[in-house]
Antibody
Framework: QVQLVESGGGLVKPGGSLRLSCAAS????????MSWIRQAPGKGLEWISY????????YYADSVKGRFTISRDNAKNSLYLQMNSLRAEDTAVYYC???????????????WGQGTLVTVSS | DIQMTQSPSSLSASVGDRVTITCRAS??????LAWYQQKPGKVPKLLIY???TLQSGVPSRFSGSGSGTDFTLTISSLQPEDVATYYC?????????FGQGTKVESK
């Protein structure tokens, strides 16, 4: 069955860096676009980035542009999020999620990982 | 960027009640609108995509409608297991903005 497993979260000081990973299994990873979505404690969902199946197309939310970098390794069935210049407001559970894009349409996030908690605090 | 506004932000309803949640986009998004359900402490789950298409395995008491800027999620007969927060999301183009969420509680 489809599995997305995030890792790499933890406690980091303001201004620090962290790299999140998302290991995918149970589906053809290289066929799917992937997103990172976060949720601050007690708050709503915030989409922050997506990457196309080949890695050639990338978008970021304004809140993370210039600080976060999304990437993927299709040979390793893995998605990454490099987070630099972290701020207290980046504290959240970070989810990876998959979605499909076809020649005729696109579809929303159908599979989600369990999330990894990132805490930015001194 | 297109903003997504949900209403109400919370509601309380009795088991068996019809529940309606609305989502408004600040610009037209065709039917690129999804609804997710997030139960407390759980991962969001896709309920509806393309504004009105039920995701596989989702109970038929859930339905969606709308196109352009105004969308609705309806639960025809609220069940205890439907207590959750519901989010709309546009996926017509980046950024893929979520609504702020609607918390559904049981009376």
């Amino acid at each position: 069955q489809v599995q997305l497993v995030e890792s790499g979260g933890g406690l980091v000081k303001p201004g620090g860096s962290l790299r999140l990973s998302c290991a995918a299994s149970g589906f053809t990873f290289s066929d799917y676009y992937m997103s990172w979505i976060r949720q601050a404690p007690g708050k709503g969902l915030e989409w922050i980035s997506y990457i196309s199946s080949s890695g050639s197309t990338i978008y970021y939310a304004d809140s993370v542009k210039g600080r976060f970098t999304i990437s993927r390794d299709n040979a390793k069935n893995s998605l990454y999020l490099q987070m630099n210049s972290l701020r207290a407001e980046d504290t959240a559970v970070y989810y990876c999620a998959s979605f499909r894009v076809t020649q005729y349409s696109r579809y929303p996030h159908d599979y989600w990982g369990q999330g990894t908690l990132v805490t930015v605090s001194s | 960027d297109i903003q997504m506004t949900q209403s109400p932000s919370s509601l309380s309803a009795s088991v068996g009640d019809r529940v309606t949640i609305t989502c408004r986009a600040s610009q037209g998004i065709s039917n690129y609108l999804a609804w997710y359900q997030q139960k407390p402490g759980k991962v969001p789950k896709l309920l509806i995509y393309a504004a009105s298409t039920l995701q596989s395995g989702v109970p038929s008491r859930f339905s969606g409608s709308g196109s352009g800027t105004d969308f609705t999620l309806t639960i025809s007969s609220l069940q205890p297991e439907d207590v959750a927060t519901y989010y709309c999301q546009k996926y017509s183009g980046a950024p893929w903005t979520f609504g702020q969420g609607t918390k559904v509680e049981s009376k």
